[in-house]
């Protein structure tokens, strides 16, 4: 089945750019989504589809998927973009969603 | 704006039956365009799906808990509920609820709970 590997953290000063990576064995025809969690609040969609924004998701994220790595781009990083990300595919041969490991963006 | 609230115990023992409702509101999970789903996240850990639920009652679960797993759902009430059974201290986590829009690209969970810290321990 799939497994997803993001990196840990990944640290980035206000107002730069953040790149948080999501390698799998292949991604193939699947979808790749984001997510932001934040302590006490409800996680929030950030990107759907590898690329897609839902509503009320600022232009700063952006999404693409290549070959073995999806990458989540956060650009103009303001300091409430800190939060945990996780990518998501659907494993069709096993017909079940999975999850990475996350990763912690700190704002500088 | 649709919105899920998760409800249920925050303590459970050990090889007891987890249970968990789902609340949903400004919204019907009687919509053919939706599943509804379980996730969860230990501390320290990363998320975890559980399964999913159409309003017919199909659903898809986690294989690694199938065995222990049960969702279902209320539409009189537009609820659905979780059940894990013979819970250990690794199911202790926090359990958030989401709308699941099932494509033909599988689950992705466009609207979630804020969650609810299950403990267990005797």
């Known amino acids: 089945s799939y497994v997803l590997t993001q990196p840990p953290s990944v640290s980035v000063a206000p107002g730069k750019t953040a790149r948080i990576a999501c390698g799998g064995t292949t991604f193939g025809s699947e979808s790749v989504q984001w997510y932001q969690l934040k302590p006490g609040r409800a996680p929030i969609l950030v990107i759907y589809f590898d690329s897609d924004r839902p509503s009320g998701i600022p232009d700063r994220f952006s999404g693409s998927n290549s070959g073995n790595t999806a990458t989540l781009t956060i650009s103009r990083v303001e300091a409430e973009d800190e939060a945990d990300y996780y990518c998501q595919v659907w494993d069709s041969s096993n017909y079940h969603a999975v999850f990475g490991g996350g990763t912690q963006l700190t704002v500088l | 704006q649709l919105q899920l609230q998760e409800s249920g115990p925050g303590l459970v023992k050990p090889s007891e039956t987890l249970s968990l409702t789902c609340t949903v509101s400004?919204?019907?999970?009687?919509?053919?365009?939706?599943?509804w789903g379980w996730i969860r996240q230990p501390p320290g850990k990363g998320l975890e799906w559980i399964g999913s639920i159409y309003y017919s009652g199909s659903t898809f679960y986690n294989p690694s808990l199938k065995s222990r797993v049960t969702i279902s759902l209320d539409t009189s009430k537009n609820q659905f509920s979780l059940e894990v059974t013979s819970v250990t201290v690794a199911d202790t986590a926090i359990y958030y609820c989401a709308r699941d829009l099932y494509t033909d690209s599988g689950s992705l969970f466009d609207t979630w709970g804020q969650g609810a810290l299950v403990t267990v321990s005797s």
């Open positions: 400004t919204g019907s999970i009687s919509s053919r365009s939706y599943y």
